[in-house]
């Protein structure tokens, strides 16, 4: 393993965030040396989607994620999940065609609120670093600035045999302190509407909250809080949406989750987290550090794993998933949205998320 490592390749047994670690400087590309030639390893391969700049990783056992470089999006993580030869299954849901326009898959959600008016997006990614140990780890690492630069972003995207990890390091080289908000989506296919749900967050807090809004979101935040189509059996008072409180500060905003296994046919969208309210104390419940879930279709669960976010999202489409395409998905991931995270002049603030399984 080279010295120059950006995130240790045994994330998923150990905390990434005492290990992740920026490179001291940006690779600048130039125009007559293509990324392949300054970036290519063994199992990271990068090409062209159209006019699109990609990166497709691969492990020793065959799982691989392909990733637009531009804005950050994996387009498609497919991890080995039965023994046999062709045993892998898409795990992302995404629209488009894949060169210019492409909805769903996996993004980072980064925002600087700091200041009144509409917030700076991080976007406009460049290679900046890649690695790899021959065998069973490979990552990218992405780079941007805001315009000032005085907010440096890295975004690490590594590939195991059972996971993948995405990572962000945000420093903040100005003078004074940024309040950020933030995100890592991820559009999770099941087989059928019916059969998906999650389980692991029972004890939980939640209260009903739009997703951050992003370029690669399937439903918008305004579509994801709309009331789904009323069902044939709507006038039994079966009704599937529940109460939206907009004021989070308010208690009756705020609901535990009771069930063990929250069943995803029906349209929602939550953040589970404690409450902004709870987190002034000294001492307060957290919610828990992952979830898993759970597609009866495909027998197949994956876990969500955060780490230095303090929020999970979940939003399912419901009714409106027919409009994008014949497979079932939820939008869910590692956040921190209800409460800006505030990063002082000189410091740095990391975060990660990983999805792993244990079907083989």
């Known amino acids: 393993m080279a010295s120059h490592s950006l995130l240790s390749l045994h994330l998923p047994k150990s905390s990434p965030l005492t290990l992740l670690r920026a490179s001291s400087a ?23 989607s159209g006019d699109v700049p990609i990166v497709e990783l691969t492990v020793r056992n065959g799982s691989s994620l392909r990733l637009r470089i531009p804005d950050g999006i994996v387009t498609s993580y497919k991890p080995k999940v039965y023994w046999k030869d062709d045993g892998f299954e898409e795990v992302l849901h995404t629209i488009g065609d894949g060169a210019s326009l492409v909805k769903g898959g996996l993004g980072l959600v980064l925002n600087d609120v700091s200041r009144d008016g509409p917030p700076w997006s ?29 907010l440096d972003i890295t975004y690490v995207i ?37 059969g998906s749900g999650i389980q692991g967050l029972r004890g939980c807090s939640y209260c ?7 370029s690669f979101g399937i439903l918008s935040p305004s579509d994801a809080m709309e009331p789904d189509s009323p069902g044939w059996f709507s ?5 599937s949406q529940e109460k939206v409180i907009t004021n989070i500060d308010e208690p009756e905003a705020w609901k535990v ?14 953040v589970y987290t404690a409450p902004p309210r709870e987190r002034l104390k000294r001492i307060y419940n957290t919610s828990p550090s992952k979830y898993q879930t759970i597609d009866q279709g495909s ?10 976010y303090e929020d999970f999202y979940i939003g399912s489409p419901g009714s409106l998933s027919l409009n994008y395409g014949n ?19 000189g410091d740095q603030w990391r975060a990660a998320q990983v999805i792993e399984h244990d079907n083989l």
Request: aromatic residues 6%; proline residues 4%.
């Open 257 to 270: 989750e009771d069930n063990m296994y929250i069943v995803l046919k029906r349209k929602l969208s939550r």
């Open 235 to 239: 006038f039994l008072g079966s009704s």
């Open 327 to 345: 497979d079932y998905f939820i939008c869910t991931g590692s956040a921190s949205m209800l409460v800006p995270e505030t990063l002082e002049p």
């Open 208 to 214: 009903s909250h739009p997703p951050l809004s992003s």
């Open 158 to 194: 590594s590939l195991y045999p059972l996971s993948m990890a995405t990572a962000v390091i945000v420093q903040n080289n100005g003078t004074e302190s940024r309040k950020l908000i933030s995100a890592m989506l991820s559009h999770i296919k099941f087989k059928s509407r019916g």
């Open 122 to 150: 991080a976007s406009e990614w460049c290679v900046k670093d890649s690695d790899s140990d021959s065998i069973d780890a490979v990552q990218v690492e992405l780079s941007c600035t805001n315009g000032d630069g005085s």
């Open 299 to 308: 027998k197949l669960g994956f876990r969500i794993i955060r780490m230095g």
């Open 26 to 48: 940006a690779t600048v590309q130039s125009p007559s040396e293509s990324l392949e030639e300054r970036f290519g390893r063994k199992g990271i391969k990068f090409s062209d």
